[in-house]
């Protein structure tokens, strides 16, 4: 287990590495990034939910992350990223953001895509109390590619 309430197959599954036969072990230093980021993040916001919420990424090594067509930059090939979506009902994406950046600490969070009401899901990132830059950004798309925006 990564925490509680999160498995070490939930943490590392992807159905895209199953599929070209990706081995998406992560190392031990990568493991103690993750078991922050659910500590830290995961944990607390479930608590507040009060039940179960999706975990759409977490950990990706970076030929998975390269597959998937990631960011060469992207924190989850460090164990320090999670992508999140409350598909149970529990609260919407937007509460989760706002719960996020209200009361806990974290490195990066996305707003990514969706509308000014909701995002399609959460990126959350943590690294450590004093490298966290607390920063908050839009996803959204342009002529076909990925842009980003501090709000």
């Not at 000014?116 to 908050?136: K, T």
Request: hydrophobic fraction near 30%; include cysteine.
């Amino acid at each position: 287990m990564i925490s509680e309430h999160i498995s070490y197959r939930e943490a590392t599954r992807s159905n895209t590495a199953t599929r070209r036969g990706i081995d998406n072990t992560p190392n031990n230093e990568q493991l103690d990034c993750m078991e922050k980021v659910a500590d830290e993040i995961f944990e607390p916001l479930r608590a507040y939910a009060g039940g179960p919420i999706k975990i759409n990424s977490f950990f990706r090594c970076p030929e998975l992350n390269k597959a998937i067509g990631g960011s060469s930059k992207s924190q989850h090939c460090k164990g320090q990223a999670i992508d999140i979506d409350d598909t149970f009902g529990h609260l919407t994406n937007a509460e989760m953001y706002h719960f996020i950046k209200e009361h806990l600490d974290f490195d990066q969070m996305i707003w990514e895509f969706g509308d000014d009401d909701n995002p399609d899901w959460v990126h959350v990132s943590y690294v450590s109390p004093e490298n966290n830059r607390g920063r908050c950004l839009k996803a959204y798309r342009k002529d076909g590619k990925t842009h980003y925006e501090v709000i």
